[in-house]
């Protein structure tokens, strides 16, 4: 049984209780939501990951991606980052591994972590396409459906399926004056195979036996967003709501299936955009949990576009997206290192945090470390950031001097001191 078919029935599983218990809601608030495919639990027995809810009501949640390329592949670097990712904080993690064995990353990968684990198994597909028989496009519609199975398999809690990207969003896209076509590598895959043989997707034509598949494990789908905007030039456009509206149906009848769904969201988009694409998200969708990469909110700032998608993804998260990924200060220019990897986890928990603040969530927090602060305790400090190390580094690089408790920059003339000593004695 799936976590929303147990739902259905009114039972509430382990994992809900355990969801509820941490965010600190009713166990009958989080299997209604998930009833109503409004909550996920990405939890495929077989990996048996901690529990973890997405959607309505909840945190925001942060993914972080990493991965081999077929440009440089070193599996002990990968696990590395995996364990980096996850002691900075990141709630789940996905493989987008493209070179070396990618059964035995996937697998090593899976050992490393206990977050729930996520892949794109057309990757795969695809590259096996081009070992057997040359090319991309030479991929069988059984090559695709039991690449899903097989990930299925080894334990993998939730797959993105490139879903809306058919023969009716690729025309649509044709006709579109798009600055950049189109920049998911899943996507490009599915629209190249679609062209090359003029025949449906066939994860789409065949969404109900990708139903059974994901049931069978009860692997919660993200559907793709192959039509993201790579650009702010893009966003919100034609070809973006049409993959939109083919989604929504089908989140529909993965609902009525017994298979959780969430629904991945842009990509490049100004600030302005950000709210208007998720309250048309939500209303099509029936509120199902958005997954979103950034947003990013401005396309010039390579090296940083941490930040561009911590601004993005703080807004977004308070105007109600559920689940970040990460985007590395790497992003758009190389692999990233274990060191994008933490920056980019702690940047968008920052993002997440703030949203879920503006929700009112976790005040109490903040409340306690800003008495911390006041009382120039430290330790307190220390131990309810983010980033403990970094700040205890910063500390450490200029200490101040024995007389004072006060950070090096102000020193003797610490305003919460001279408050303490005139203010608060009179």
Known sequence: MTQISEAKQKKTTLQMKQVARGEKVEPEVIRR??????????????????????????????????????????????????????????????????????????RALLKTVKVPFGTVPIYQAGIEAIAKRGS????????????????????????????????????RLRKQNRLIPMVSRGGSFHMAWIL??????????????????????????????????????????????????????????????????????PGHMPLSDIQANIQVMKTVTKEAPYFVLGPLVTDIAPGYDHFVGGIGGAFAGFCGVDFLCYVTPAEHLCLPDWQDVRDGVVATRIAAHAADLAKGLDRDVDLTFSAAREALDWEKMFALCIDPAKAKEYRAKRSPSEDTKACSMCGSLCAIEMVKKYLKNK
């Open 33 to 106: 939501r998930i009833a109503a495919g409004q909550v996920v639990i990405p939890y495929n027995p077989i990996h048996a990951p901690s529990a973890l809810g997405i959607g309505k009501g909840l945190r925001v949640k942060v993914n972080a991606n990493i991965g081999t390329s077929r440009e440089h592949c070193d599996l002990k670097e990968e696990v590395e980052k995996a364990k980096v990712a996850v002691a900075a904080g990141a709630h789940a993690l996905m493989d987008l591994s493209t070179g070396g064995d990618l059964d035995r990353i996937r």
């Open 136 to 171: 991309i496009v030479d991929m069988t519609a059984d090559d695709m459906f039991s690449m899903v199975e097989s990930q299925a398999k080894q334990g993998v809690d939730f797959a993105v399926v490139h879903v809306g990207i058919t023969k009716e969003s690729v025309e």
């Open 196 to 265: 090359h043989h003029d025949l449906e997707n066939p994860l789409y034509k065949d969404f109900e036996y990708l139903l059974e598949i994901a049931k069978r494990y009860d692997v919660t789908l993200s559907l793709g967003d192959g039509m993201r905007s790579g650009a702010l030039a893009d966003s919100n456009d034609r070809a973006k709501f049409q993959e939109l509206l083919i989604i929504g149906e089908l989140v529909e009848k993965a609902r009525k299936a017994g298979v959780q769904t969430m629904v991945e969201g």
